[in-house]
């Protein structure tokens, strides 16, 4: 790409170089690494910024590299987009490693694409350290710096940086339930002026043609600047499918923006997807808070577990909630419940301590009047409101519940139950071997289905064991849960509540990981909670039971009466596996963030191992479709327009829509229509052409000039054929980025054209 000295007319080269391209291509790349800071809020993982730094670089070296060599623009984007399928490859070959993915180089990508999609819906911004997360954001980052090149260099369209820029910051917008930062659109700023600024400072005089809209009164049929025309249109041709692509990105991770809830299910919007309980549980475990978030009234001599949200939902990244369809409905009964239970009434006050979840006993069957409903699935009560992130904040209510009561003989001899949900029972088809090994190893003995959890709870309460740390063990995906188990052997509730739960769906049964908050501190006839109370559990299903509390992490609390045979004793470890059992570096990620999930249907399989996300690809699928009818429109619109003018019956109408074609088609090219008469226009307008095109428009010049000064238009001739061999010498004398931008994006749509 050659540009001229706007004051000299010659080119200023700088190695080979003109000066604007090595300038703006830096531009480029300081705008796409400031575009990519503006995604920190979705992802605890700050190491894609390097990773997306130098891929950036390495997209823009080649721009600079490709125009040096004075390849077409075409060349250097295929280029590009090699090298970035090189980039992808190899990091996707990394995350697979990381993530313990096995078979065939295809196998591996697809794997790590599956698991990387689901993390995405299933988890809440920030999603947690994972490198399948990683290598999306960087392969979304180079995607974007490829179509800012295009625009800004390319098609030398500098203004249209905006557009890439945009799709990087409208993604978080759409996703995070906070507001954005407000240095994200500072960034964003920054980087584009920088870009505008780069431009400018070579190219001035081009530039300020560039913004400006077409001259009637030029005289030339050059080529006008970039903007004109080609900007007008390529810019809105490539920003459409730029703004498109953040808007499938803001559907496929989870949205927490401002909800129009005037019923219990947003309208249109599918299962609630619901935020992470267990963000507040990590950051007050680590802030260790002695502020009381909330006091209790309760019969309960031992308090109550204050049950905020179930995770029932398990893959590679962690447990997650599932979306809900919610009912307004309280429920008539305890889903399983038929054995001995306890109803009673809790009065509860809540201090700061704001959530969309109501803290309640399980199972609460009543609930506050206002916007509250219920998951019928999982009895957990959640805010409707507009507000919903702070709807228990200063709430008073009581609630009545009722809960097993199972005493230790008789629940011995419980059955593993079928719950309505048969997402509790599912196993991920990648969790290893050796982790399996582990967990029939631990129950060997056991030939009951109780007896093989209170063997899991035990194993895992042994203080020679295990450790209470709230440092999560190291790690991402499956070696999360795998370092806590068999490395570090150190972690906090959510690892112990995460470890049980899933072994005991390895052992047949039916399991979900509950978020809440301990009982807390008795004073007088009141219990005061603090928010370093919060607390991780698991639930586990029997029949005549349903949901019954387990307690494996010893440090915190006492393990429920019915789990264990001699309460003074302590957990042998005799019937365990030793502590050296081998455990592979790969298992559902006990860490501390499972969260929200936008993707399984209730009742489907969180299983990723071999299941293909359809949502994600429909909605892609759509998007696709979508983008590919707004890029077909304008080319739609112009060819109806050009047959309404060449249909016309009245032979006056007949010419006048010829002559119009043929100033339209001027336009489409990025061509400037000279002013006059039609026999003026056409004496400029023909240097465009060679024969047989400038005889074909000097007939429709003459007709044009009969139409509007003479009585009568005599012969006309064939004025429809005439239009077409116009457009095809004018074709002709055009480059093939020209005749693309007048097919695809004619920008006579947005210039209104005259009779002359």
Partial sequence: MSRRSPSTGTQSPTFGLDATVWSTSIAVAVAMVLGSVTLIPLTADRGYILLAGLTVLIIEAISVTGRWLRLAGWVIHVLQALVLLGIGVGLGF?????????????????????????????????LPADAGVRWLMVLLIGL??????????????????????????????????????????????????????????????????????????????????????????????????ALALSLVLGSVLPTFGSLD?????????????????????????????????????????????????????????????????????????????????????????????????????????????????????????????NDRTDATRGLSYSVTSMSPDPDLGSFSQAAAGTPADKGTTTVPKDVPEQILKLTHSITATKNTPVSRAVAIQEWLRDPRRFTYSTTAPPGDGYSVLTNFLTKTRSGYCIHFASAMALMARIEGIPSRVSVGFLPGTRQGDRWSVKASNMHAWPELYFQGYGWVRFEPTAAVASAPAWSVENPDSVPSSSASPSAGTSVPSSSPSASASPSTSSSPEP??????????????????????????????????????RRRRRMSADDPSELVAGAWREVHDSWTDHGLVWPTGSPRQQFDEASRQLGDPGAGALHRLAMAEERARYARSLGELGDVTGDVSVVRRALKAGQTPRSNLLAGWLPASLWHRSGRG
Wanted: hydrophobic content about 45%; overall charge positive.
């Fill in 94 to 126: 990394s995350a697979a490693h990381s993530l313990n993915v096995g078979g065939s180089w295809f196998q591996q990508l697809w794997r790590v694409l599956l698991e990387s999609s689901v993390t995405v819906q299933t988890q809440a911004a920030p």
């Fill in 144 to 241: 974007v710096t490829i179509l800012a090149d295009i625009l800004v260099l390319t098609l030398e369209s500098p203004v249209w940086a905006i557009a890439p820029l945009l799709t990087l910051y409208i993604i978080p917008a759409l996703t995070l339930r906070q507001d954005i930062p407000w240095w994200s659109f500072v960034l964003m700023a920054v980087g584009y002026l920088g870009v505008l600024l780069a431009e400018q400072l070579t190219t001035s005089r081009r530039w300020t043609r560039n913004l400006s809209s077409d001259s009637a009164d030029s005289g030339s049929s050059r080529h006008r600047g970039a903007a004109g025309t080609a900007l007008g249109g390529l810019g809105v041709a490539v920003a459409i499918p």
């Fill in 261 to 385: 809830i005037n019923s219990p299910r947003p309208r249109g919007s599918g299962p609630l997807q619901l935020a992470d309980p267990t963000i507040d549980l990590q950051k007050n475990l680590n802030q260790q808070s002695n502020s009381v978030v909330l006091r209790y009234n309760t019969p309960s001599r031992t308090g109550e577990y204050l049950r905020l949200a179930s995770l029932t939902r398990v893959n590679s990244s962690g447990w997650h909630v599932s979306p809900v369809n919610l009912s307004q409905d309280a429920p008539a009964s305890v889903p399983g419940l038929n054995a001995s239970s306890t109803r009673r009434t809790v009065n509860v006050q809540i201090g700061d301590f704001g959530s969309e979840y109501l803290p309640t006993p399980y199972a609460p069957l009543t609930a506050p009047q206002g916007d509250w409903a219920w998951d019928p699935t999982n009895l957990t009560v959640i805010s409707t409101a």
């Fill in 603 to 640: 009742g489907a399989t969180s299983s990723t191992g071999s299941s293909i996300p359809w949502n994600i690809i429909w909605r892609i699928a759509a998007a696709v479709l979508v983008v590919l009818a707004l890029c077909l429109a304008p080319m739609t619109v112009r060819a109806a």
